[in-house]
Every structure is written in structure tokens, then in C-alpha cells.
T-cell receptor, first 116, second 112 residues
Framework: SAVISQKPSRDICQRGTSLTIQCQVD?????MFWYRQQPGQSLTLIAT?????????ESGFVIDKFPISRPNLTFSTLTVSNMSPEDSSIYLC?????????????FGAGSRLTVL | SQQGEEDPQALSIQEGENATMNCSYK?????LQWYRQNSGRGLVHLIL?????REKHSGRLRVTLDTSKKSSSLLITASRAADTASYFC????????????FGKGMKLTVNP
């Protein structure tokens, strides 16, 4: 399956600042998925990033808060803008496992953000 | 919106014992998957069961699916300390959606 590198692995940020998370995949993929996992909670899909088009955001998530870039088929970034303590979460990127023939996901190790 | 709900929320067992986790969901699905997460890291796919399957095995894992009850169970046999992790079920809705909806997760602790 694909290997995904995410960075930063963790960061401590100040309220009001923005942070960009990078996700690099070792193979070309059509869709990349960004998830948020709040402390002790499950994963919630933020958006689906397609190369060459605008990301598709889920209910409750907006582009102004979570702008996404997808410049090519192996890379994507998620920015968490104007952060507040409520944004403290693990952010995970994932891609579909092309070998599975189904929508099995491979995940990066995640980026743990703490907002003070 | 989330639809998978695992129970119990947390389970602590001794090495060698079996661990059973249950997952319930709300809508019709194409498949149901189980993932493991170690210490707040990325998730790792364990097993997938399709809506027309009732039981599936993979090593020490056994998963069942009851679509009439909209529920699934994951059994880990002969548990090991290394099985300590959080386990999530995830569902893919009918219609070929690429999106997975994850349940709340269950924390399994296997004591040596």
C-alpha cells in the first residue's frame, strides 16, 4: 500500500495563528482525504482533495477555516487557520489503498496540534 | 455524520484472553471495515467485510456482520500485549461512496 509522510508530526501553536500540514504520498493518487480526530474522539472527515479541482468539504467545515491545496497527484496541504484551542486535534491525511479494490484507506501518522 | 458506535468503549483483559468489540450502524452499507490505532498515531486497516458476507477471518481476527441488525463484531483471539490499541469500525455507504464514516472507537488494553 501507499506510504504517506505527514509533517509536522506535532506542534504547539498560539491562538490566532495558522498552521499548514503537509502530506506526501509515494505514489500518484486521485483523491486524498483529510480527517480530524479531536482528543479521545473518533475521526471526522474534513474534506476530500482532488487534484485539479476545489476540495469538497463536509458539513461543518469551510474553506476559509481549512484551506486545502492539491498541486499534484502526490501532495496535499491542509491549513488550519486562525486557530483556537478547540482546533487542538490530530489531523490525518489518507488515501485509498489501490490494491484493495474497495475504499480501504491508508493513513499518515497524523499531525498532533495543540493550540494554547 | 458518524454512524458507527462501538461497544464497549473500553476493555481491559489479560494476555491470552479473547476480546470482542461490537459496532452498530444506522444506514445501509456497502462494506464495513475495522481499523486499529496505536497511541494517537495513524490508523491501520485490519479487515473488511462486504454487505453480502456474514463472517470473515484474518489470522487471529474474526469479524461478523449482521445487516438485519446493522451490527458487526470483531473478535481478537489469544490476545497479546501488542494488541493494546484503539479499534474503530468504519462504514462505506451504499452507492459506491468513497467516504468512510468512523465509529467512536474502543480502547483495548491487554495486560501482560
Amino acid at each position: 500500500s501507499a506510504v504517506i509522510s505527514q509533517k509536522p508530526s506535532r506542534d504547539i501553536c498560539q491562538r490566532g495563528t495558522s498552521l499548514t500540514i503537509q502530506c506526501q504520498v509515494d505514489s500518484q493518487v486521485t483523491m486524498m482525504f483529510w480527517y480530524r480526530q479531536q482528543p479521545g474522539q473518533s475521526l471526522t472527515l474534513i474534506a476530500t482533495a482532488n487534484q485539479g479541482s476545489e476540495a469538497t468539504y463536509e458539513s461543518g467545515f469551510v474553506i476559509d477555516k481549512f484551506p486545502i491545496s492539491r498541486p499534484n497527484l502526490t501532495f496535499s496541504t491542509l491549513t488550519v487557520s486562525n486557530m483556537s484551542p478547540e482546533d487542538s486535534s490530530i489531523y490525518l491525511c489518507s488515501v485509498r489503498d489501490s490494491r484493495s479494490g474497495a475504499n480501504v484507506l491508508t493513513f499518515g501518522a497524523g499531525s498532533r496540534l495543540t493550540v494554547l | 455524520s458518524q454512524q458507527g458506535e462501538e461497544d464497549p468503549q473500553a476493555l481491559s483483559i489479560q494476555e491470552g484472553e479473547n476480546a470482542t468489540m461490537n459496532c452498530s450502524y444506522k444506514t445501509s452499507i456497502n462494506n464495513l471495515q475495522w481499523y486499529r490505532q496505536n497511541s494517537g498515531r495513524g490508523l491501520v486497516h485490519l479487515i473488511l467485510i462486504r454487505s453480502n458476507e456474514r463472517e470473515k477471518h484474518s489470522g487471529r481476527l474474526r469479524v461478523t456482520l449482521d445487516t438485519s441488525k446493522k451490527s458487526s463484531s470483531l473478535l481478537i483471539t489469544a490476545s497479546r500485549a501488542a494488541d493494546t490499541a484503539s479499534y474503530f469500525c468504519a462504514t462505506a455507504a451504499q452507492g459506491g461512496s468513497e467516504k468512510l464514516v468512523f465509529g467512536k472507537g474502543m480502547k483495548l488494553t491487554v495486560n501482560p
